[in-house]
Each structure stands twice: as structure tokens, then as C-alpha cells.
């Protein structure tokens, strides 16, 4: 899945195209999970709108439209934007053509991502269960939420009420670098391990989001391009082989349904 550098990538580059030009056509696909707007009212509401600003929390990027209203998108597993084309055809779920020419696509074969209109004054109830943005949360409010959970620490970083933005990848990476074991307790964990977890948490975030994230499995940039970072992660998805630090051979247990990779002898 698509995590907060991939959703950041994906942001900028699509910003370039869409902010400030006008939708003038809307393609939607059938009616799916996909779709938590029905694709007829996405098209009527859609048509004609200038394009504000697009932002992003978490893993959700949100267009803010010039009648107020926004659009919010979340990539799920596979979603992929486009602003120069795609070699492949299927899978589409919807097309914006722009006043400058361009199209933009929303491609997903699994259709775990989600398309939402919210309307003038109104609300998205996703983005509203989200804590806060794992760029922008304080060393404060970050340990408080820490220190009310019993859950492992992996776990605590994937749950988005705490910390929106980090997934599976991220999580792996960044409590290696902190050295935290990701089954500890997240209440056990002390404030200053937790101000060294945040920092490792940015640090690797921003990392990635200048190597155009990670592509594992489906994810492209908006360009076509493929993501850099997976050539520099440390442990996520090296179960059994050497520690870069310490040489002792990484461990990969599950958690929470999610394979969990780190090692046994650097992080307590």
C-alpha cells in the first residue's frame, strides 16, 4: 500500500498539472466499493470546478475545488495517478480532462482505494478519524498517544488514529534506525526513546519522498517513473538476512496480520 511518501510523491507531481486549471470532462467507471460518491453524482459535481489546491494527510490526498467542495482520494493497494499516460487500459476507474489538455487517470485494479465529494462546509468522516500527520505531529502529543496504548509498538505506528502516514514499510525502517523493538509496548517506551523514534520517523520519510518512495509491487510516480527508496531500506522485507549494523540475522515475526521485520540484538 501506498504510504505518506508515495502519497507525497504522487501530490506534487499531480499539483503541477491540476491546481489552478479546470475540469472539462469526467469519465467514471461503474459503480463499485471504490466509489463512496456515486459515479453519475461525481461527474455532475466534478464538471467545470477550478482546481484550489491539492494537500494531503496522512494517505489521503484532498483537492479543495473553487464552489468550496473537495475532492478526497485514497490510492488503497494499487491506485496509481497519471498525468502522462498509462500502458495499460484497464482498470480505470475514472479520467479528468483539463482547460490546459491534459488527462489525468485514476487506475486500480484491486479497487481498495476510495473517491469521495464532500460538499461545501461538509466534512469526510476518513479524514476525520485520522490523527494527526506523521510530518507534522509535536514530540508531545506524539508520546501522549504512545503512552495510552498496551499495543506493540508496530502496531501503534500503523494504527492512523495515532499517527497518520506511516505503514508497514515506514514503521519497519524507522524503528530499526531507532532501535526499538517493535513488540515492546508503546506505553514502555520512554520520551526520549520516542522523541528518537520521531526523528527516525521523518528522517526516513523525507528520504523517501526524495527518492520517489518505494516501489515493491505496483507502485508507480504519476510520470511513470518508479520509486528509488526500496534500493536503500534496511530490514522491511530482509527477514533473514545479515543486520547492516550488527550482522545478526534479521528476524521476521507477524503482528497484527503484518509481516515485521527487525533485529533481535540492536533493538530493545
Same mark, same amino acid.
Not at 10 to 32: F, N, Y
Not at 91 to 118: A, P, Y
Not at 152 to 174: F, H, R, T, W
Given at each position: 500500500?501506498?504510504?505518506? !511518501? ?23 467507471a ?6 463512496v460518491?456515486? !459515479?453519475?453524482? +461525481?461527474? @455532475? ?6 482546481? @484550489? ?15 468550496a467542495?473537495?475532492?478526497v ?19 480505470i ?11 489525468l ?6 479497487k481498495?482505494? @476510495? ?5 461545501p ?13 506523521? +510530518? ?13 496504548r498496551?499495543?506493540?509498538m508496530?502496531?501503534?505506528?500503523l494504527?492512523? %488514529? ?12 524507522? +524503528?530499526?534506525?531507532a ?6 509496548r ?9 522523541a528518537t ?7 526516513i520519510?523525507?528520504? %523517501?519522498i526524495?527518492g520517489?518512495?518505494s ?10 517513473? +518508479? ?25 521476521r ?5 503484518r ?10
Amino acid at each position: 500500500m501506498p504510504e505518506l !511518501p508515495e502519497v507525497e510523491v504522487t501530490r506534487r507531481q499531480i499539483a503541477r498539472v491540476l491546481v489552478g486549471r479546470r475540469i472539462e470532462t469526467v469519465w467514471v467507471a461503474s459503480p463499485s466499493y471504490f466509489f463512496v460518491t456515486p !459515479p453519475a453524482q +461525481l461527474k @455532475k459535481v466534478l464538471l467545470g470546478r477550478v482546481v @484550489k489546491e491539492l494537500g494531503r494527510t496522512g494517505k489521503y490526498l484532498h483537492a479543495e475545488l473553487d464552489d468550496a467542495s473537495s475532492l478526497v482520494v485514497h490510492l488503497g493497494m494499487t491506485g496509481q495517478w497519471s498525468a502522462a499516460g498509462l500502458s495499460r487500459s484497464d482498470h480505470i476507474q475514472f479520467r479528468l480532462g483539463l482547460d490546459s489538455g491534459t488527462e489525468l487517470v485514476f487506475r486500480d485494479v484491486r479497487k481498495f482505494g @476510495k473517491v469521495e465529494w464532500v460538499r461545501p462546509g461538509g466534512s469526510s468522516a476518513r479524514l476525520a478519524r485520522l490523527g494527526p500527520d506523521a +510530518l507534522e505531529i509535536g514530540l508531545g502529543p506524539f508520546y501522549e498517544r504512545l503512552q495510552s496504548r498496551a499495543i506493540p509498538m508496530k502496531s501503534a505506528l500503523l494504527d492512523q %488514529s495515532i499517527l497518520a502516514g506511516v505503514g508497514n514499510i515506514y514503521a519497519d525502517e524507522a +524503528l530499526y534506525q531507532a532501535r526499538i523493538v517493535p513488540t515492546r509496548r508503546a506505553r514502555d517506551v520512554t520520551r526520549a526513546e520516542a522523541a528518537t523514534l520521531l526523528r527516525a520517523i521523518r528522517s526516513i520519510l523525507r528520504a %523517501s519522498i526524495r527518492g520517489g518512495g518505494s516501489t515493491i509491487n505496483d507502485y508507480l510516480q504519476p510520470d511513470g517513473e +518508479l520509486g528509488g527508496f526500496q534500493n536503500w531500506h534496511k530490514v522491511y522485507g530482509k527477514g533473514g538476512a545479515p543486520c547492516p549494523r550488527c550482522k545478526t540475522v534479521l528476524s521476521r515475526v507477524v503482528l497484527g496480520g503484518r509481516s515485521t521485520h527487525f533485529c533481535a540484538r540492536c533493538q530493545r
